[in-house]
């Protein structure tokens, strides 16, 4: 079934890849905070085609042929620019947002060659047996805000990852209201299970970085034997 395209209802961000193309980016006039792109989700998705990634002229991508899962994905972006770069993702939102992922999908499909995206509804702490075996990365930017989202969120990603799986999580700090401690629960759940790196601002996209937006790479903590 093909997307609904009523140009009327969006208005278009254009992220420029280093290469020159741009994804076209469609976001909703209307809706929830998952119809626009969000700062944290262009410095992730500019994140991703950093040297240490994918590197043409010294024949370097990480990404080639790599799974990746996005976790509330919203508009795509950070899927559509792995995807752009050869590896094979899933993204995911709720059921709200899959119209506007399909539309996005379609609308840069051209620049996908040797990569794949497909979406799909997950709805965190619900099963994802459909989402394993665990990928190789795991993408996430700006899910930490609504408190009642941290315990399942938190779950969602022990189910999700394995050994070998590293979660890329890039968010926007926030002072104001709740923030700081939906924050603090966030990571006080997540170390006990998951170690974090956080990544130097000299590892981020030179002009697409912002003192108050993090990222970290976040894996598991190595199970230990018993008996």
């Not at 209802?9 to 994804?23: M, P, Q, S, T």
């Not at 993702?89 to 506007?100: F, G, H, K, R, S």
Request: net charge negative; glycine share 6%.
């Amino acid at each position: 079934m093909a997307a609904d395209t009523d140009d009327s209802k969006y208005f278009v961000r254009e992220i420029e890849r280093n290469d020159g193309c741009a994804l076209q980016v469609k976001q909703c006039y209307i809706g929830d905070v998952g119809c626009v792109v969000w700062d944290a989700a262009i410095v992730l998705a500019k994140y991703l085609e950093t040297k240490q990634f994918y590197d043409p002229s010294s024949e370097v991508n990480v990404w080639s042929g790599r799974t990746v899962l996005e976790l509330g994905a919203g508009t795509g972006v950070v899927g559509l620019m792995a995807a752009t770069l050869g590896a094979q993702v899933i993204v995911t939102d709720l059921e709200d947002l899959q119209t506007l992922l399909t539309v996005n999908i379609e609308e840069n499909q051209a620049l996908i060659s040797s990569g794949s995206i497909t979406a799909k509804v997950l709805k965190w702490g619900d099963d994802v047996s459909e989402f394993l075996p665990p990928p190789h990365y795991i993408l996430m930017a700006d899910c930490i805000y609504y408190e009642q989202s941290i315990v399942p969120l938190v779950e969602t990603l022990k189910l999700l990852s394995g050994p070998e799986t590293c979660i890329i999580c890039c968010y926007e700090q926030r002072t104001e209201g709740v923030n700081p401690e939906v924050e603090r629960q966030f990571f006080d759940l997540l170390q006990q299970n998951f170690s974090c790196e956080k990544i130097p601002s000299d590892k981020q996209d030179p002009e697409f970085s912002s003192p108050d937006i993090h990222i970290l790479h976040i894996r598991r903590k190595a199970q230990l034997c018993v008996g």
